[in-house]
């Protein structure tokens, strides 16, 4: 007799989806139940950020001299902990190490996968109650199965990666990742403490009303950029303008805004940052994969984010994301 169930967890979701593949051996459904795991111990700490000493600056710098919160090593310490003890992963790199941390041990030199993660992207938000989130990056690896992972299996174009995700903390806690076959949405309820099927199939509109940017920096932006800009402001609403802005700093939350509902973001190169601000391996690629998936598309300003060599793990790049047609857009504008 076929039930007919309206809610579908995570775990769930993750399992069905490898029953379609006899040969899966199930660390992938591991690997994202694990990281679901550390993301519902970051959302309680979230959630409590002003009734306990979570908030504020932890009084030192991490490898790319930006200040680090308490929140953004406790954060770092679940997903590192769960990951480690799990038996999916194989090493991690995290924006808040300098280095790629191996586990190197009988079972993780087993393990298939490899995981880059920002694990609490625009934390400066956090103090004022604005959303926040995770973002992950996951691998299979390219050196032998049975010996500790290497540098190599981390610094893999995005192309290649098996699956990303993000996790954004706002007015609910929502959980999307992406794999070839998908772009899914599960928001956790409180109740049972699940992420549960939201939105499923998720495809970014081929258009839409925002454009997301930081104003402040228009002048450091080359003219190209510039040009585009105005343009979203110029546009007559016979042509669908003009079009929104909407920056909330917090690129989880920008993103997933554009994802949903069409739209724009970037962070461009500047003249004194050339590469901009964010990090190509465990903030563009993600996201890179996870909006191609949804149809959208990615690029440095020259060339699709997913086909970049990396040469370091805390490379910086140019970062343009969002609707095709708006993604044609830039492109064309000269
Ligand atoms: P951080 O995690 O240090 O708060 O950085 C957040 C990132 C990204 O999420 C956001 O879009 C961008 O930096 C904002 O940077 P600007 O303040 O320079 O616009």
Redesign the pocket.
Same mark, same amino acid.
């Given at each position: 007799m076929a039930i007919n169930r309206h809610i579908q967890t995570l775990d769930e979701f993750t399992i069905q989806q490898m029953r379609d593949f006899p040969q899966a051996t199930g660390e992938l459904a591991g690997l994202l139940r694990d990281i679901g795991l550390a993301a519902k111990r970051v959302h309680v700490e979230v959630n409590k950020a002003g009734l306990v000493d979570i908030l504020g600056d932890a009084g030192k710098m991490n490898v790319q001299g %930006?200040?680090v919160k308490k929140l953004?090593i406790f954060a770092n310490n679940e997903f590192m902990g769960v990951l480690r003890h799990g038996i999916s992963c194989a090493g991690i790199g995290s %924006?808040e190490m300098d280095e790629v941390v191996v586990f190197d041990d009988e079972i993780s030199n087993q393990s298939k996968y490899v995981c880059l993660f920002?694990p609490?992207?625009?934390?400066?938000?956090i103090d004022v109650n604005v959303s926040?989130?995770t973002i992950f990056s996951i691998y299979r690896r390219v050196s032998a199965l049975g010996k500790p992972a290497t540098q190599t299996d981390f610094l893999q174009p995005g192309n290649q990666q098996v699956a990303a995700g993000y996790v954004i903390y706002g007015s609910s806690t929502m959980l999307v990742y992406a794999t070839r076959r998908g772009v899914n949405g599960f928001t956790l309820d409180q109740a049972i403490g699940e992420f549960t099927m939201s939105h499923p199939n998720i495809i970014c509109p081929s258009s839409g009303k925002f454009y997301?940017v930081?104003h402040?920096?228009f002048f450091q932006y080359n003219e190209k950029v510039q040009r585009y800009i105005t343009n979203c402001q110029k546009k007559t609403l016979a042509e669908g303008g003009p079009y929104t802005q909407r920056?909330?700093?917090?690129?989880?939350a920008?993103v997933h805004r554009n994802l949903i509902k069409g739209g724009i973001?970037m962070?461009p190169g500047m003249k004194d940052r050339p590469n901009g601000?964010?990090r190509l391996l465990y %903030?563009c690629n993600p996201f890179a994969f996870i909006v191609e998936i949804a149809g959208g598309k990615a690029t440095d300003g020259v060339q699709r984010i997913l086909d970049i060599q990396p040469t370091e793990v805390h490379q910086r790049t140019p970062f343009f994301i969002g609707s095709k047609l708006m993604m044609e857009e830039l492109e064309t504008t000269n």
């Open positions: %930006e200040e953004d %924006e920002d609490l992207d625009g934390s400066s938000n926040i989130g997301s930081n402040g920096n920056y909330i700093g917090s690129m989880v920008d973001f962070y601000k964010l %903030e």
